[in-house]
């Protein structure tokens, strides 16, 4: 019931395109979703996070996208850039967790030129 | 805003021998603390989490331990490394009740 399961495992799009990413949990009990972008060799940073009590988030040219019915969540990137590739984790945790995140296992995302 | 420092940045280490990766934090006072591993091309495996100083939960058994002597320190140990340790270590830190993570920037240890 802790598993977020993360697909693709890797995805290539052209510059310009749309890049998405999906994330499915079990746990209900689930109250908080980050999405990290990681850099070869480099720490994970936080992008965007959502809580579910909205259904969309959008900060530039990311959006999360968050059904609750369906324990699914999604990371929109617009305008896809080279400079976007990189590797994409969602997680989630649990306020009773003390934040304990659940990472998904990733997705490595190239964008061609 | 808060800083992370992890050293060192790379480790070349033989099984059996000891280990010890420290993790500090600057710009925040009581945070909670993670040490995260990350195996090759995999996602992130939470080891060990502190929320003051002298608390230690583990999430993993393994032959890993941590400790926090300091508010602001947090180190990773092992007596006897094995192969399996391999990996890239990451210490994050949460302001507390915030939820958000910031994630240093790792050591890279190989087990030979």
């Known amino acids: 019931q802790q598993q977020v399961k993360q697909s693709p495992q890797s995805l290539i799009v052209q510059k310009g395109g749309i890049s998405i990413i999906n994330c499915a949990y079990e746990n209900t009990a689930f109250d908080y979703f980050p999405w990290y972008q990681q850099f070869p060799g480099k720490g994970p940073a936080l992008l965007i996070a959502?809580?579910?009590?909205?259904s969309e988030k959008k900060e530039g040219r990311f959006t999360i996208s968050f059904n609750k019915s369906a324990k699914q969540f999604s990371l929109h990137i617009m305008d896809s850039q080279p400079g976007d590739s990189a590797t994409y984790f969602c997680?989630?945790?649990?306020?009773?967790?003390?934040?304990?995140?659940?990472f998904g296992e990733g997705t490595q995302l190239t964008v061609n030129p | 805003s808060q800083t992370i420092h992890q050293w060192p940045a790379t480790l070349v280490q033989p099984v059996g021998s000891p280990l010890s990766l420290e993790c500090t934090v600057e710009?925040?006072?009581?945070?909670?603390l993670y040490w995260y591993r990350q195996a090759a091309g995999r996602g992130l495996q939470l080891l060990f989490y502190?929320?003051?100083?002298?608390?230690i939960s583990s999430e993993v058994p393994q032959n890993l331990s941590a400790s926090r002597p300091q508010d602001r320190q947090f180190i990773l140990s092992s007596k006897k490394l094995l192969l399996s340790d391999s990996g890239f270590y990451l210490c994050a830190l949460e302001r507390g009740g915030t939820d958000t993570q910031y994630f240093g920037p790792g050591t890279r240890l190989t087990v030979l």
């Open positions: 959502i809580r579910p009590d909205v």
């Open positions: 502190s929320v003051g100083i002298g608390q």
């Open positions: 997680a989630a945790s649990m306020e009773t967790s003390g934040s304990r995140l659940t």
């Open positions: 710009g925040t006072s009581n945070p909670n």
